[in-house]
């Protein structure tokens, strides 16, 4: 990721925006979260936080509290709180997030499924999987319906759910959700798209915890093919 040149770019984008309607005009809202998630991605949590929470502020401020922008804006806070451990802090943000747009696009909209991603990913890290299972599988069946049962928001979830089982030792309900994830991403990438390789990682994990290592190991080698070619 070539972060170096997408910041000076990213913050020119908010000084314009800025100078063109003033500091607390919504439209700042999508140049200050794309700047945050910049930073976040890198780690920069300290100076992700006060940009998110600009962003939230105004959203709240000149589009409501149960806006759709508002949503989006307390979700990025909520990864943010997510990426550091802060459980604690970014529950709330998660549901509030779900419950506006749920009221805001109804309880079938495909951006339902990413809410209901994050929220499950929350509760996997910290061990709640008879949280998170319902929140993927609902997921899934939106995703399945919304974008279609081959698009790449479908695979992500499945390989979300597919961990779940993992995790908990549930193998064989496992395999089926990574092979499936992995078919997906392949027809819709290609056999050798970078993302193929944490695909085929994470089904020859599954293997390796079987002791299944001669179904692992081509697995292990073709990702690693992947990645010394990407």
Request: no cysteine.
């Amino acid at each position: 990721a070539l972060y170096e040149k997408a910041e000076p770019l990213l913050l020119r984008a908010l000084v314009i925006s800025e100078t063109a309607v003033g500091a607390d005009h919504p439209g700042n809202s999508v140049p200050l979260n794309n700047l945050a998630l910049l930073y976040r991605e890198q780690g920069l949590y300290e100076k992700a936080e006060p940009l998110a929470l600009r962003a939230l502020a105004i959203d709240e401020k000149v589009l409501g509290p149960d806006h759709p922008s508002t949503a989006i804006s307390l979700n990025n806070m909520a990864l943010i709180y997510f990426n550091q451990a802060l459980y604690e802090k970014a529950e709330p943000l998660f549901l509030r997030a779900l419950a506006i747009s749920k009221k805001a696009l109804g309880p079938d909209h495909q951006d339902i499924s990413i809410r209901l991603l994050n929220l499950a990913g929350l509760y996997s890290q910290q061990g709640l999987y008879e949280k998170a299972e319902p929140l993927l599988l609902r997921a899934l069946a939106i995703s399945e319906k919304a974008l279609g049962v081959d698009h790449p928001t479908t695979s992500k979830i499945l390989t979300s759910l597919a961990a779940l089982y993992y995790e908990q030792g549930f193998y064989e309900k496992a395999k089926p959700l990574f092979l499936r994830a992995l078919a997906i991403s392949e027809k819709v990438l290609g056999a050798d798209h970078p993302d193929i390789s944490i695909r085929l990682i994470n089904l020859g994990g599954l293997y390796s915890q079987q002791g299944l290592y001669e179904k692992a190991e081509p697995l292990y080698l073709r990702a690693l093919a992947i990645i010394e070619k990407s």
